[in-house]
């Protein structure tokens, strides 16, 4: 057995457009530990969700995935037939999606998908299936299981259908959990229960969890790493301590002032912007995807940046990461 859950080297998405070709995810690499969260985050667009969508196998048909590695608790998982990929799907490795309402099946009751769930991968019977989903139901906080059991997704609220699509992911204890924006569609106050909920379970599960998210709020409560993402590149990679205290890439830096700072900021304090627009992922980028809209851009950012190591599981995607603040000399990379 081995720690890492989950490897992914060198992950792209591209989607043939009529006017060229959509290159959405270029070129990423992470892993996932056993027990670890990993938030993904970065601004709308910027790749997190196909991302996702390429790592559960559910890409649009349209859409060609590639990677050098993409592996499950050491087994490739890139090129597996779809029917191996659906029994992992669901029962070893599970997602909540963004929007549950469009997620669950309006013409079924909530205890026939939660069964459905169990019985697609075990053989336990329909007894067992509806034991579990209640058991799953009380557990993520929805009370009245039996009752919710039988009520359909329209007659729940927003929080309660989020909490059942959490439910439905843990049906058959799957050991990686990947929740893409679990939170946008509610109110701050179900926000908040949501992620208590997640950290709770995680907790007590000790399942790994990969959340994507725009909302640095979200990552600085629950996140052990996080991979900062730009125009589907990862721009920076940390701890979420790393991340929050010192930031490397001028993007992650830019997010960070647009967000209030608890007992710094003043009321009424203007908060800082990105400007400019991501540009056109269409086609090959031959430069820094940032450059344009980068208040330190210089003659360097004309060319692809690689990844720089600055520290152990630390790396970033600038020129001026590659080299020593103090001295200006380029750091050792080997």
Known sequence: MTDTLLKVEDLRVSIPLDNGTLNAVRGISFDVRRGETLCIVGESGCGKSLTSLAVMGLLPKRAKRTATTLAFDGDEIGNLPERRMARLRGDRMAMIFQEPMTSLNPAYTIG???EEMFLAHRSDGRRAARARALDLLQKVGITGAERRMGQYPHQLSGGLRQRVMIAMALMCGPDLIIADEPTTALDVTIQAQILHLLIELKREIGLSLVLITHDLGVVA????????M???EIVETGTAQEIFANPQHPYTRGLLDCVPAPGMTKPGEPLGTIPGVVPSLIGELTECAFRERCPLAHDACRRPIPLYPVGPGREVRCVLAD???RTGERRATA
């Open 112 to 114: 026939d998908q939660l």
């Open 221 to 228: 409560r629950v996140a052990d790493r996080v991979a900062v």
């Open 230 to 232: 730009y125009a589907g």
């Open 323 to 325: 080299r020593d603040e």
